[in-house]
């Protein structure tokens, strides 16, 4: 497996299954060495890593919850321990607690603030050393078109995901200096498990002028060529959309 990611090292939080999956796979598959980080259950990451060594690929499974600091700096630990250096970091982990806002408890508003935000926040900062040393890293977060565009009943979700192209730009003009990019993906409605309940989907295919959902692959493609050098390394502080031109600046 040669490819325009040999050497590299990559983790993806959140990557058992989705989007997070098909940005592992896509990564591997250019040679990144890969942490598929999961939360709880280790059977799907397993699954994922041996799919990527079935391919001739590397890649090892790392629990951490992502909202919490001590499991962030342990999962970046781990990976510094086995592989040596970070190259990129790709914040994808996400939930959503919809709900129309009045009906919207602080629990669920502070559920996605603590992950969908500040688990953006904990790995960036853990990483971000590392690439600051190293002088060179790729950081992807992971946003969603409603946090540009808003989406009824997702008020903590689209205003974490908001938060989190702001915090890129912030983190793009901090970084840049020591040749640290960073960048904001943000999809439409893709075909994962996150969307898999949406009931309203012919009321959904009207706002989506290529009129169908999203492939998580057809995201993956997007990370896998912001992740490339020297393709992407004049790239830093922008949001791009995957969306079937739902949204367009
Ligand atoms: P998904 O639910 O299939 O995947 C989310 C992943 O995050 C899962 O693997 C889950 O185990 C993991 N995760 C959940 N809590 C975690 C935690 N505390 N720590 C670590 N990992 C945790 O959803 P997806 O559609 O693949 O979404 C991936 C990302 O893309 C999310 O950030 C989501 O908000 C974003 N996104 C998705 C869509 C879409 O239409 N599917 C659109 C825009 C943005």
């Known amino acids: 497996m040669a490819g ?3 050497g590299k090292v990559a983790i993806v939080t959140g990557s058992s299954r989705g989007i997070g999956k098909a940005a592992a796979m896509a990564l591997a598959e250019q040679g990144a ?3 598929v980080n999961y939360a709880r259950s280790s059977e799907a990451a397993d699954a994922v890593v041996a799919d990527i060594g079935g391919a001739g690929g590397e890649a090892i499974a790392l629990q951490a919850d992502v909202s919490k600091a001590d499991q962030v700096d342990a999962m970046v630990k781990a990976t510094m321990d086995k592989f ?4 990129v970091l790709v914040n994808n982990a996400g939930i959503t607690r919809d709900t129309l806002l009045l009906r919207m408890k602080p629990d669920a508003w502070q559920a996605v603030i603590d992950l969908n935000l500040t688990g ?3 790995c960036t900062r853990a990483v971000s050393k590392i690439m600051l040393k190293q002088r060179s890293g790729r950081i ?3 946003s969603s078109v409603a946090g540009l565009m808003g989406n009824p009943g997702q008020a903590n979700y689209s205003a974490a995901k908001a938060g989190v192209i702001g915090f890129t730009k912030t983190i793009a003009k ?3 200096p020591r040749g640290v990019t960073a960048n904001a993906v943000a999809p439409g409605f893709i075909a994962t ?8 989907t012919e009321e959904i295919l009207k706002f989506i002028p290529l009129g169908r959902y ?4 057809e995201v993956a493609g997007l990370i896998r060529f912001l992740a490339a050098d020297p393709a992407a390394a004049y790239i830093t502080g922008q949001v791009m959309n995957v969306d079937g031109g739902m949204v367009m600046h």
């Open 193 to 200: 498990d996150m969307t898999e309940e949406l009931k309203n």
């Open 214 to 217: 999203g492939q998580p692959e």
């Open 84 to 87: 040596g250096r970070i190259d």
């Open 4 to 6: 325009a990611l040999d």
């Open 33 to 35: 060495k890969v942490v």
């Open 120 to 122: 953006v926040f904990l």
């Open 140 to 142: 992807i977060n992971i």
């Open 174 to 176: 901090e970084l840049a």
